[in-house]
T-cell receptor, first 117, second 115 residues
Framework: GAVVSQHPSRVICKSGTSVKIECRSL??????MFWYRQFPKQSLMLMAT?????????EQGVEKDKFLINHASLTLSTLTVTSAHPEDSSFYIC?????????????FGAGSRLTVL | SQELEQSPQSLIVQEGKNLTINCTSS?????LYWYKQKYGEGLIFLMM?????EEKSHEKITAKLDEKKQQSSLHITASQPSHAGIYLC???????????????FGKGTLLTVNP
């Protein structure tokens, strides 16, 4: 079945640095990928929709200059948390939709836990 | 936008017991998805329902969508510790425009199964 690889699974960084998280669809092409954020014991909050070859669409309240999204190919989207601060610490999850699939079934990555010191 | 309400928020059951999780929408559901998440991990797709009255089963898990397509239930029979996790329902948000509908998720139900 469809597999999405997310890397790194855990990252610890100092305040003020930038962190890049990769989301790759391993055996399918994804014109659209989604980035979510999840706080402890809460549901997923959609941050942005990543479109291959075009600008990402951000949800209301999500700073696009803070969370840079690049979808350079049909199998890779990256989320860069710029000038990270402790409040950016969270669990970030990506998902992708197989472009061949008519239904909106998403395959999720395993998530990346970011800790900003 | 689509809003999904899940109940209960958390559930503790004894191994072997049956349980039901509900997902209610404020709008007609065009696509309803059930996912399972273990804490700190990604989501695993369970089932998708699209038609009113539709019912699907996989192993000991059965999901139903009511005729009005505004409520779905997830039923687990003879629960096991391996069923423990967070169950999330998601729905196509047709207000998102275009052909790539966003999924809106409920807040999840935390299931604990005691051996």
């Amino acid at each position: 079945g469809a597999v999405v690889s997310q890397h790194p699974s855990r990252v610890i960084c100092k305040s003020g640095t930038s962190v890049k998280i990769e989301c790759r669809s391993l055996d399918f092409q994804a014109t659209t990928m989604f980035w979510y954020r999840q706080f402890p014991k809460q549901s997923l909050m959609l941050m942005a929709t990543s479109n291959e070859g075009s600008k990402a669409t951000y949800e209301q309240g999500v700073e696009k200059d803070k969370f840079l999204i690049n979808h350079a190919s049909l199998t890779l989207s990256t989320l860069t948390v710029t000038s990270a601060h402790p409040e950016d610490s969270s669990f970030y999850i990506c998902s992708a939709k197989d472009r061949r699939s008519g239904a909106n079934v998403l395959t999720f990555g395993a998530g990346s836990r970011l800790t900003v010191l | 936008s689509q809003e999904l309400e899940q109940s209960p928020q958390s559930l503790i059951v004894q191994e072997g017991k049956n349980l039901t999780i509900n997902c209610t929408s404020s709008k007609t559901l065009y696509g309803l998805y059930w996912y399972k998440q273990k804490y700190g991990e990604g989501l695993i797709f369970l089932m998708m329902l699209q038609k009113g009255g539709e019912e699907k089963s996989h192993e000991k898990i059965t999901a139903k969508l009511d005729e009005k397509k505004q409520q779905s239930s997830l039923h687990i029979t003879a629960s096991q510790p391996s069923h423990a996790g967070i169950y999330l329902c998601g729905a196509d948000d047709r207000n998102s425009g275009g052909s790539n509908y966003k999924l809106t998720f409920g807040k999840g139900t935390l299931l604990t199964v005691n051996p």
